[in-house]
């Protein structure tokens, strides 16, 4: 349920974004859908407040309103909140006493001070994209995005094999959700392929020359990206000849990842 802070709360959180050294005018208060329930139903356990998401009181980055901190609460007085960027213990937290709260939030003030500082080096974020990760169920795309944005400058490998796994795990939500047959190698290129017979035109019917290729194009994309990852991302053995990567070539199957699962979603919505 929604937790409506009182000024003694808003003040005591107000103390802890000064002592992080940020400027309080940097936050603002706003109300959003929690994500409680996604989180605890994807995981097979019972949401905290029921089984439908419910408005949540939330301090959200000006700068950023992705990333946020919510302040919840549930009907047996367990205090909760959905966290974006991610504490170490996931996307949400539970907490007995409302200290317990405030104390996940100043977690949460120091790695967003670290991520504000990376975000000149990480990929770009599409507002389109975001929004349709977070407005629908799409968890797994969520978490594999987010992965791949943490480790695209510190650990480039560790990106390329997010950006891969994020296209994977669109192609499987897709494959679940129409009933398709799964393939039996579930790697990118073969669930790509399931994917796209059913998703996408033949590009031999499709007129208009541009639009043809680049519907050709985003198999190219998946090929690419499944071919980085198996030569040189942290999904598998290195090998003395393998290719070095850098946050260049993590940024760059980043982009092409979220060009392919954007394309992807906003085809499905509409059919």
Same mark, same amino acid.
């Given at each position: ?7 003694? &709360? ?9 002592? =992080?050294?940020?400027? %309080? ?10 994500? #409680?329930?996604?989180?605890?139903? &994807?995981? =097979? ?20 309103? @992705? ?26 937290? &539970? ?35 975001? @929004?349709?990760?977070?407005?629908? @169920? ?7 995005? !987010?992965? +791949?944005?943490?480790? #695209?400058?510190?650990?480039?490998? +560790?990106?390329?094999?997010? =950006? !891969? ?5 669109? #192609?499987?939500?897709?494959?679940? @959700? ?16 399931? %994917? ?25 994309? %998946? ?8 030569? =040189? !991302? ?38």
């Amino acid at each position: 349920m929604n937790m409506r802070l009182n000024a003694k &709360q808003k003040g005591e959180i107000t103390k802890l974004i000064k002592k =992080a050294r940020f400027d %309080v005018d940097q936050f603002a208060f706003t109300t959003r859908e929690s994500e #409680c329930v996604f989180v605890f139903v &994807q995981h =097979a356990y019972r949401a905290l407040d029921g089984e439908e998401p419910t408005t949540a009181e939330a301090l959200s980055y000006r700068a950023n309103p @992705d990333y946020f901190f919510t302040f919840e609460r549930n009907a047996k007085g367990v205090f909760y909140a959905t966290v974006f960027p991610e504490l170490d213990l996931g996307r949400s937290i &539970q907490a007995r006493q409302w200290n317990g709260l405030l104390n996940g939030f100043s977690e949460w003030l120091d790695i967003l001070k670290a991520q504000i500082e990376l975000d000149d080096t990480r990929p770009a974020r599409s507002r389109t994209f975001i @929004d349709l990760i977070h407005a629908h @169920d799409y968890a797994q795309i969520r978490n594999e995005f !987010s992965r +791949a944005e943490q480790n #695209c400058t510190s650990d480039p490998p +560790a990106a390329i094999a997010a =950006a !891969s796994s994020m296209v994977e795990a669109a #192609c499987k939500l897709f494959i679940a @959700d129409h009933r398709l047959e799964v393939p039996s190698n579930q790697t990118i290129k073969p669930l790509w392929g399931a %994917v796209a017979k059913r998703l996408l035109p033949d590009p031999a019917t499709v007129a208009d020359d541009d639009t043809r290729k680049i519907i050709s194009g985003l198999a190219s994309v %998946v090929d690419g990206i499944g071919s980085l990852r198996t030569h =040189a !991302s942290s999904a598998h053995g290195r090998g003395r000849t393998d290719p070095e990567v850098g946050s260049a070539e993590a940024l760059l199957a980043i982009h092409g990842a979220q060009a392919v699962v954007l394309y992807m979603m906003q085809k499905w919505e509409r059919q």
